[in-house]
């Protein structure tokens, strides 16, 4: 055979052999039997194995694994990875509508679709071909699970039909109940733990080190959302069925509705039947159908504005209440735990649930020994929604909440306004000390590498440890005698710690645990001051006045500062070199141009995305706003920006501005 008549042949299999996977995984609808399609499979296997120069990293014989990952690097998402408001109520709903009326123009119709319970996933698509595939970790940036994906029969390597250059996808990796039970009853025959439920299961499995182990897996994609420039489609609905027609595992379980009464008649109807799905379901998802609208409605700093879930109705069980525990957070702050009887909730076994804070112990009257109901959420720990009084005991008191901290034996303090009770001794109660530390190297903060929560916890233990800073002086000699520790891992973790002076200064001042101060606070904080000793020397007042910083958090801002301890741990992270201010780079393109001015964005734009516009907006002083208002400054006004838009803002008199004069004003300064 000549070369391209070999090339002909493998091409052939290939392509054969994806439709027939289509058929099967996809579609459901085999057409060959199975002993035809490994016959087929082998024969291209040996042509390939003959013709390496042939080789193709998405051909259907890589779907069988064996690539090895021993770190997944961590990947920027192009577009962010956004979680989802949550709705309960037909209240809820028509809430959302009303906003959502205030930010768009015309009628606005959803696409309902069921919220898949499993392990979300990203994949980006060139000139058809699989290149890659990110979990969601933080959102902005996830694993690189690409070699474990590619083994998921459902998702395809190679699309068909009129696809987008390139693009990413977003679905979710769940693994059916048919398959969980095969795989426990597998287990058990082995003499194995089950695995406790099909979600856990399936986010285990895609961080498998393995992916021939991934590959014995029956794991599903679910595909529910693109995401990219020019993809040529204009509305959600739409783009559902056009991902179906590339090649994509897209549920049929998806309607149009026009109102919030269509919405819940779906709802109601999963709701019932959801049992009767082949895979867990936890709630149905609604978006706003019309891209443009989407557009126009934009994100939160969490969720986008033009989606909603809706949960189903949490499973309840009741059981005993044996005692109430308390434990005390990083914070300081006192949480009351249930410990109960176990029993069995949504396929866990459930042997503790948190009940917030002492108004809920008096509001609820819960007391131990009482008959409780448990409901499990969306959170790990389930929570008690109420007492089964009929069963009360004869005997049974009042809770009395503690007066002292059950770790140290301060007294408690509760400030006005605060619904938890607090443990003052913030410098020498232990799981203030350890849970500070731990969060000043969790991920989303230094995250730094070769040290974890335990480890911290016996630094503590050892004395060798008493706040952050001090993770900067410690030496390998003092940490290799600690309990399952090496040479190598005693390098690794004072690397890690080394490492972590390159972490940006916003992240470093989410770092350091300053009550109230979260991941958003944090960004707001540093692009304001730009630096720890400008907000260090903020009043109170002064804070009050930063966009979006209010009262409580100044307050605590000022608070933290105002500690002598907290002061020298900080002049002490300088002097280790912790990034402590923006760097140039960081400061690079940032002004104070549009200082106090309220921007609102409208339109499709030609030279930069929006997302681009408002960093823009922000970079430069400004505020970026959803909705036009007396207080909007001006409107940066793109293609088909509404006509209620324009109404308004030409009734407000606020100034519309084109992109280009936008530009003008912000680059060429
Ligand atoms: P949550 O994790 O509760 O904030 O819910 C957001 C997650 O729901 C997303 O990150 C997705 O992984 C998941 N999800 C499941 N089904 C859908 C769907 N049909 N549309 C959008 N997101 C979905
Ligand atoms: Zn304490």
Redesign the pocket.
Known sequence: MTQTTIKQQIDDLREALRTHNHNYYVLDQPTISDYDFDVQLETLKALEAKHPEFYDANSPTQRVGGAITKNFETVKHDYR?Y??D?SYSKEDLLDWEKRIKKLVDGAVSYTC?????GA?ISLTYEDGQLVRAVT?GDGFQGDDVTANIKTIKSVPLQLKGDYPPKFDI?G?IVLPFDGFNAMNAERIANGEEPYRNPRNTASGSLKLQDSAEVAKRPLECLL??ITGANLGVTTQFESLEKARSWGFKVPEIAVLADSVEAVLDFVNTWDAKRHELPYETDGV?I?VNHLQQQEELGHTSK?PRW?M?YKFKAEQVSTILNEITYQVGRTGAITPVANLEPVELAGTTVKRASIHNADQIEKLDIRERDTVFVEKG?EIIPKIIRVDLSLRPVDSQPTTYITHCPECQTALVRTEGDAKHYCPNYNGCPPQIVGRIQHYISRKAMDIEGLGGETVALLVKEGLITNYADLYELTKAQVIPLERMAEKSAENLINGVKASVEIPFERVLYAIGIRYVGETVAKKLAKHYKSIDHLMEATQEALEQVDEIGVKIAESVTLFFASEANKITIERLKTFGVQLSMTETELEGQTELLKGQTIVVSGVFEKVSRTELKKLIEDNGGKVSSSISSKTSFIVAGDKMGPSKKDKAEKLGVALISEDDFLRKVTFT
């Open positions: 990875m979680s989802l949550n679709e069921l919220k898949y319970d979300s969601r977003r979710e529910y959302n998802v978006k969720a989606a879930a969306g």
